[in-house]
């Protein structure tokens, strides 16, 4: 049974770019997270899909987007690159929007240069 | 807004000894506490969690208990192994009976054990 993959492992972009970052959920999920994590940091929650729609969001700006596709695997993109914008991206997945254990992904390492 | 802190560190430890990381949360009403922990170059995994006042988690010896009179949910164990080297990280979520699942983190404590 596959956990959640995400891919890349690592980007390097360059300021102004953009990325976008891929998450296919643990095999039975439905609902899939976004977090951020800098280094040396907890992660912070960006946003959550269930039902191919953003239910919930954290404080983070509109260059942060994201979409769900109706196999339940979800896209992260970023415009307009910063420096800032460095760190590991983790996707989790969950069975149900309504569950409360999440799965975690090993992330996407993005520098930004 | 709702917030979790957690004992700074690093923390080291020799094999056996006793484990307390410490962690506190503000929050309003009834949340839901874990705590996560990152292995080396491993993705982070959820070791225990508590939904109620009063619930012990536990898991691999491992244990929390949820006490709402000081908004507390400290991570104890009785005898530490190398391989219990790792991050602990505490965070919470909204109450089990809402759906608000946005899990809020503290920093992270990282844990090393000597042989």
């Known amino acids: 049974d596959a956990g959640v993959t995400q891919s890349p492992t690592h980007l390097i972009k360059t300021r102004g770019q953009q990325v976008t970052l891929r998450c296919s959920p643990k095999s039975g999920h439905d609902t899939v997270s976004w977090y951020q994590q800098a280094l040396g940091q907890g992660p912070q929650f960006i946003f959550q899909y269930y039902e191919e729609e953003e239910r919930q969001r954290g404080n983070f700006p509109d260059r942060f987007s994201g979409h769900q596709f109706p196999n339940y695997s979800s896209e992260l993109n970023v415009n307009a690159l910063l420096l800032g914008d460095s760190a590991l991206y983790l996707c989790?997945?969950?069975?149900?929007?309504?569950?409360?254990?999440?799965?975690f992904g090993p992330g996407t390492r993005l520098t930004v240069t | 807004g709702d917030s979790v802190t957690q004992m700074e560190g690093p923390v080291t430890l020799s094999e056996e000894a006793f484990l307390t990381i410490n962690c506190t949360y503000t929050a309003t009403g009834y949340p839901s506490l874990f705590w996560y922990v990152q292995y080396p170059g491993e993705g982070l995994q959820l070791l225990l969690k508590?939904?109620?006042a009063d619930d012990k988690g536990s898991n691999k010896g491992f244990e929390a208990t949820y006490r709402k009179e000081t908004t507390s949910f400290h991570l104890e164990k009785g005898s530490v192994q190398v391989s219990d080297s790792a991050v602990y990280f505490c965070?919470?979520?909204?109450?089990?009976?809402?759906?608000?699942?946005?899990?809020?983190w503290g920093l992270g404590t990282s844990l090393a054990v000597n042989p």
């Open positions: 989790a997945s969950s069975r149900t929007f309504f569950s409360y254990e999440q799965y």
């Open positions: 508590a939904t109620k």
């Open positions: 965070a919470l979520s909204g109450p089990i009976a809402g759906n608000n699942r946005k899990l809020i």
